[in-house]
């Protein structure tokens, strides 16, 4: 194996390949506190790229419940499981790492899900940490009594687990965007990319007998155009774009201010090495250990950063800009109460209020006789 | 009783002195394919196969790279070939308790596979799948391609007999050439010419899209060539065919390789080279890497 450098776990780790970082890396932000799981991305997914024969339950985008929702069954808990002890002492990751922690004869430590994990997609829906004390309510903030919504797509990873699994090179990472594809006209069906994935997002296609994957789809990608679960999202909850490594990163790209910067966006199980590159602003309402776990050392000081939006123009700014453009939004600034977004060429792709305005009419329409409803 | 077994043992011991057993027939150290009149035959278990010694050849796991196959669970193979007037055939057998020929997530199926270097002569590569300049052809049979479904529909349907599905989007046209079209679109790997899906049984590509028709059935083998580690790259088009049958809790598989037009290539008749072989268990989870392989062989076909 070769050593690499993870700057999310802070420390050079073993990779099945030497480290290779392409030209720019695909990457996106996802509000967890915005997410209502109504599925619209999973939907606009599904119906774009996986309506064939054998992807009848295959979901490249998902939605699911945590603490107890999986897509497949226990794909997290499984592995974290397996991997033993996690610790991190002054943001340096000490446990090993999915590659490292590789049983002898093996690329990785994996597992390979049965058909019936992937039966369930939206098990858990709803479901919260523990049952609520004296009575059937849920007050926000209730110790035990959390749940929240974890929207799913591959991370497109910069160490790849599925790359590194597969015994062909069937899979790749482009070195103009960092996409990860498996090579359609390659792939024979080993299914050890799913195996090897701690995210479970390789899937395999029983009918053509090969692996598929999400493809960040990259059509639009190539034309400067975010992709469909993020478009499609009525949260808002994502923005896709750029992500540059820690000492490369521009305050005014929008990944990199929220990644690198604020550090408000936070990679999910950062502890399995792959350096996965779509990044989660945790939920407020999570007891710590659980999204210490989740989403690594800084989900506290994450979760105080983005409290702090509410005062914070260049913050609020830039969350307001989610989901307010189609296109991949390179650079931003925030001016006066408005939000600018500029695309890769300079173009400006849209301008955004930070508060929109409000006007509050009378209850009572006077000339009709009838009561209004003041809709927000 | 004692004086009985006394007398049992004495007698067996005189017995023993006077008449030595007859030795061992020498072991076979090569394939020695014996010679046809007519087309070799694709049924293992025709009486045909009783002219060509078998060679049991060990099984080893494959150790060399990750992923490994940590046991060997079958000690052995057995490799019978006859040659008839263009091919060579192979005779595979091999114990396995559990027949596989469903693929699926997770469930993978019996398959067995002879390689071959490219080049005649005794300069053979590493049995490892070849070198880069020193390639090696593999013809692999696999029960999942033998026993594909006719109807992937309708087999979809016996599997799950509980599916519920919305909607296809091509299922609306009412077009067969526009309805195909479609299909493969939502088909990446079909529509990309992987000639893996050329074994799966799906509709064949539409004019403008690669990749080689479904062949008929019970072509149930695909000719590769590989030049090292993860190299196997499919051909176009098969030449070999082959059959396997299960005779008790065995599999006997034949395979047959159309001999060389060349002389500088192998096989040919009349010149002595190597093969080697492999074998995957399904229910041992047994796919691509993970397998039961040998080292050469020595080949030798009658002129």
């Known amino acids: 194996m070769a050593r690499v450098f993870n700057h999310q776990l802070g420390r050079v780790m073993s990779y099945w390949f030497p480290e290779h970082r392409p030209e720019r890396q695909f990457a996106a932000v996802f509000d967890t506190n915005k997410c209502i799981a109504c599925q619209t991305c999973s939907l606009a997914c599904k119906t774009t790229w996986t309506s064939g024969r054998g992807q009848e339950y295959m979901l490249w985008n998902n939605v699911e419940t945590k603490p107890y929702g999986f897509y497949p069954i226990g794909w997290d808990a499984r592995l974290l499981e397996a991997l033993g002890p996690q610790a991190w002492k002054d943001g340096v990751y000490e446990g090993r790492t ?146 540059s490594t820690p000492e490369a990163a521009r305050e005014d790209n929008p990944i990199d201010y929220l990644v690198h910067v604020r550090k408000v966006a936070l990679p999910l199980y950062p502890q399995f090495g792959l350096e996965p590159n779509v990044y989660y602003v945790p939920p407020v309402h999570v007891p710590a250990p659980f999204l210490l776990q989740m989403f690594g050392p800084g989900a506290r000081a994450a979760i105080a950063t983005y409290r702090s939006a509410a005062h914070d123009r260049t913050l609020a700014g830039l969350f307001t800009l989610f989901g307010c453009t189609q296109s991949t939004i390179a650079r931003f600034a925030v001016r006066d109460d408005t939000a600018i977004a500029w695309g890769d060429d300079g173009e400006e792709l849209v301008r955004v209020p930070l508060r929109e305005p409000v006007t509050i009419r009378a209850p009572w329409d006077e000339s009709l006789a009838v009561p209004r409803w003041n809709i927000p | ?81 006859l040659v008839d007037g263009g091919r060579v055939v192979f005779r595979l057998e091999w114990m396995d308790g559990t027949e596989d020929h469903e693929v699926g997530l997770g469930r993978f199926g019996d398959a067995v596979a002879v390689q071959l270097p490219v080049a005649a002569g005794g300069d053979v590569p590493s049995a490892q799948m070849g070198e880069p300049d020193k ?66 049984s799906l509709p064949g590509p539409p004019p403008g899209h690669g990749g080689p028709p479904p ?46 037009a060349a002389a500088e290539e192998a096989p040919t008749r009349g010149r002595r080279t190597y093969a080697a072989f492999a074998v995957w268990d399904g229910s041992a989870r047994n796919v691509g890497a993970r397998k039961l392989r040998t080292n050469w062989v020595p080949l030798v076909l009658p002129p």
């Open chain 1, 98 to 243: 999915i590659f490292e922690a590789a049983p002898a004869g093996e690329r990785l430590l994996g597992f390979a899900p049965e058909e019936l994990d992937y039966a369930h997609p939206n098990i858990g829906e709803d479901e919260s940490a523990a049952a609520v004390d004296k009575g059937a309510h849920l007050v926000a903030g209730h110790a035990n009594a959390w749940m929240f919504y974890a929207a799913r797509i591959c991370n497109h990873c910069t160490f790849p687990a599925c790359l590194a699994s597969c015994p062909r090179g069937s899979i790749y990472k482009r070195r103009e965007d960092g996409i990860v594809l498996i090579d359609q006209g390659r792939c024979r069906g080993y299914q050890e990319c799913v195996r090897g994935c701690p995210y479970k997002k390789t899937f395999f296609n029983p009918v053509t007998r090969t692996s598929e994957k999400c493809i960040a789809c990259f059509p639009k990608i190539e034309r400067g155009l975010q992709p469909q679960c993020f478009v499609n999202c009525i949260g808002k909850i994502r923005s896709q774009g750029w992500v």
């Open chain 2, 1 to 81: 009783m004692r004086t009985s077994i006394a007398v049992i043992v004495l007698i067996a011991g005189v017995s023993c002195t006077k008449k030595a057993p007859p030795p061992p027939p020498p072991p076979i150290t090569e394939v020695r394919a014996a010679a046809v009149p007519d087309l070799a035959p694709l049924d293992g278990l025709d009486v045909a196969w009783d002219a060509a010694p078998e060679m049991a050849v060990p099984l080893l796991a494959q150790d060399v790279v990750e992923p490994k196959q940590a046991v060997s669970g079958v000690p052995t193979v057995g490799v019978r070939a």
């Open chain 2, 135 to 200: 390639p090696v052809r593999i013809s692999v049979w696999k029960a999942a391609w033998q026993d594909r479904p006719a109807d992937v529909a309708a087999e979809q349907a016996s599997r799950y007999p509980n599916e519920a599905i919305d909607h296809y989007p091509f299922a609306a046209a009412a077009d067969p050439a526009v309805r195909a079209e479609m299909e493969t679109r939502y088909a990446p790997a079909r529509a990309a010419g992987n000639p893996v899906t050329a074994m799966a």
């Open chain 2, 215 to 260: 062949p008929p059935p019970g072509f149930a083998v695909q000719d590769a060539v590989a030049r090292g580690f993860g190299t196997l790259t499919a051909l176009p088009r098969p030449a070999s065919v082959g059959r396997g049958v299960r005779h008790g809790d065995r599999w006997v598989v034949t395979i047959a390789i159309p001999l060389a």
